[in-house]
């Protein structure tokens, strides 16, 4: 039956990202590192590895445009108090100064603010790591900005090769017909304990210290 069917599946899948972890684990030779990200790619990473969430950016998201925003002027953002804004959603969205985020997988403001306080404090400098995904408003003069932003280590998911981006990574079949990269935390299909995240070599990225 089709609930036995989805029990096995999930077992299944559970046990084939299990050696897939295993593997990316042992060749993780980076450690206590920052990965800040736009949307919840780098919250899966960071689970997938086993990693500390040195970050205040998991499970949440920003406009693209708030995103580089925040990323340009880092330390003046981190330095802000977040402000619960009334809106629309199910779930807690809040300003910091002038750019909005969406904590969509929080259930309440209060603790959205206090899990962001408590990975802000955590966030290691000297080891940053910087993502984007193009999705939500991300233009292609976005990313250019993105490009030369100031950071050792970036990284820009695209929705088609860029090579003018340097730092552009584009993951074969993942563009959306709306010109987004799709949500690259879901599987790949449902006997496969891969990700689409997963056919980016992310552990090799954390590696270049």
């Not at 599946?9 to 990200?37: G, H, P, Q, V």
């Amino acid at each position: 039956n089709e609930v036995g069917y989805m029990k096995i599946s999930k077992y299944y899948r559970a046990f084939l990202r299990t050696a897939l972890n295993s593997e990316n684990k042992k060749r993780l030779a980076n450690r206590n590192f920052t990965i800040l990200c736009n949307n919840c790619v780098g919250g899966v990473i960071l689970h997938e590895l086993g990693e500390r969430f040195n970050s205040p950016t998991v499970n949440l998201f920003f406009g693209a445009e708030d995103y580089i925003k925040f990323l340009e002027k880092l330390d003046y953002y981190l330095s802000q108090t977040l402000v619960e804004v009334q809106s629309d959603k199910d779930y807690p969205v809040a300003k910091l100064d002038d750019i909005t985020i969406y904590f969509m997988h929080y259930p309440s403001f209060d603790e959205a603010k206090r899990i962001w306080e408590k990975r802000t404090a955590r966030i290691n400098r000297d080891n940053l790591y910087i993502i984007l995904v193009q999705q939500n408003g991300c233009t292609e003069g976005l990313l250019k900005k993105f490009d030369e932003l100031p950071y050792k280590h970036k990284l820009a998911l695209t929705a088609h090769p860029m090579p003018e981006i340097k730092c552009s990574h584009y993951i074969s079949g993942s563009e959306q017909p709306n010109g987004d990269v799709m949500d690259l935390c879901q599987y790949k299909g449902k006997f496969t304990g891969r990700r689409w995240i997963d056919d980016y070599d992310y552990v090799g990225y954390l590696n270049m210290k």
